[in-house]
T-cell receptor, first 116, second 116 residues
Framework: GAVVSQHPSRVICKSGTSVKIECRSL??????MFWYRQFPKKSLMLMAT?????????EQGVEKDKFLINHASLTLSTLTVTSAHPEDSSFYIC????????????FGDGTRLSIL | AQKITQTQPGMFVQEKEAVTLDCTYD???????LFWYKQPSSGEMIFLIY??????QNATEGRYSLNFQKARKSANLVISASQLGDSAMYFC?????????????FGAGTRLAVHP
């Protein structure tokens, strides 16, 4: 149980393109999902907490207008990288947590974004 | 400040031997949770083991055990009978409450190489 699906797994696109990444909890409901960014050989950096039915909570230094997050249902959150530039190239990974208790966050497989 | 520290950037171990990956944490919270995740080269984050701050017993999951020393604020991961497939990055993480939300903060990670 507790499977999180992330799509697409890899994106290569031109500078200026907007890219949407989807994160779905397949077998549980997630009122909260999380978006992370990971640079090569570095740790995960939390970008924002995505809340179903309300605005996302962004971490300090993360541009809200650059990284648009929508959490329209209990099983889907999307991250849109708007007008992407080469410096946005990175590994983006989402996670979701089952509501109750001390359950761990379950992660999607990540998206490798390359902006040319 | 809440922080996770992994002081070993890289470790290697002989197949079938046991290995300990170090993790220390800093928090003033009384209630917290500690997690270990494995990240293979393919990028997905795999949950391994969880330890709650009030748990009196060290957590175990198959070949994984967590050496929880609360007074020392350490939560080392022990992998017994290492296998070649254990080669990966390993991240220690702590659940914290910030801005009203549960979040995970990650250590820098330890790259484990298992040699035949």
């Amino acid at each position: 149980g507790a499977v999180v699906s992330q799509h697409p797994s890899r994106v290569i696109c031109k500078s200026g393109t907007s890219v949407k990444i989807e994160c779905r909890s397949l077998d549980f409901q997630a009122t909260t999902m999380f978006w992370y960014r990971q640079f090569p050989k570095k740790s995960l950096m939390l970008m924002a907490t995505s809340n179903e039915g309300s605005k996302a909570t962004y971490e300090q230094g993360v541009e809200k207008d650059k990284f648009l997050i929508n959490h329209a249902s209990l099983t889907l959150s999307t991250l849109t990288v708007t007008s992407a530039h080469p410096e946005d190239s990175s590994f983006y990974i989402c996670s979701a947590r089952v509501r109750q208790g001390n359950q761990p966050q379950h992660f999607g497989d990540g998206t490798r974004l390359s902006i040319l | 400040a809440q922080k996770i520290t992994q002081t070993q950037p890289g470790m290697f171990v002989q197949e079938k031997e046991a290995v300990t990956l170090d993790c220390t944490y800093d928090t003033s919270d009384q209630s917290y949770g500690l997690f270990w995740y494995k990240q293979p080269s393919s990028g997905e984050m795999i949950f391994l083991i969880y330890q709650g701050s009030y748990d009196e017993q060290n957590a175990t999951e198959g070949r994984y055990s967590l050496n929880f020393q609360k007074a020392r604020k350490s939560a080392n991961l022990v992998i017994s009978a290492s296998q070649l497939g254990d080669s990966a990055m390993y991240f220690c993480a702590m659940r914290v409450i910030s801005g009203g939300y549960n979040k995970l903060i990650f250590g820098a990670g330890t790259r484990l190489a298992v040699h035949p």
